[in-house]
């Protein structure tokens, strides 16, 4: 019975934590949006440039990759160099948020909603 009242503990003192969170949620947005990840398949056939927003900045295409006049082979490897480079953003966004969370003292491991 008393380990709900804990939970209400923990909670208010995040809720002080609040307007301290929001600014450093817009900062973590800020550097999201700077820090820059590749992926790429086909031994460098296709690369994808990604920020650590999740959102695809460029796709290069080797001259190799157009010279296998193979539609499917092509769009696998679109696919994978996409796959890797989201899989790198969102690590570089995890190691983001634990930095956040830490500055605020918060435990670790600890989620934020919309943020994986």
């Known amino acids: 019975m008393f380990e709900m009242f804990k939970g209400m503990g923990q909670l208010a ?3 002080r934590l609040l307007p301290k969170l929001q600014e450093g949620m817009q900062q973590l947005q800020e550097r999201l949006g700077q820090v820059t990840v ?10 994808v440039k990604a920020n650590g927003k999740q959102e695809v900045l460029a796709v290069t295409l080797s001259e190799d990759a157009l010279k296998l006049n193979d539609r499917e082979m092509l769009e696998d490897l679109i696919k994978a160099a996409v796959n890797q480079a989201m899989d790198r953003a969102r690590s570089a966004g995890a190691e983001e ?5 830490g500055g605020l003292g918060l ?7 919309g943020m994986g």
């Open 38 to 47: 590749e992926g790429d398949a086909g031994a460098g056939m296709v690369k």
């Open 107 to 113: 435990p670790p491991g600890m989620k934020f909603p």
């Open 97 to 101: 948020m634990s930095k956040l969370g």
């Open 13 to 15: 003192g995040m809720m």
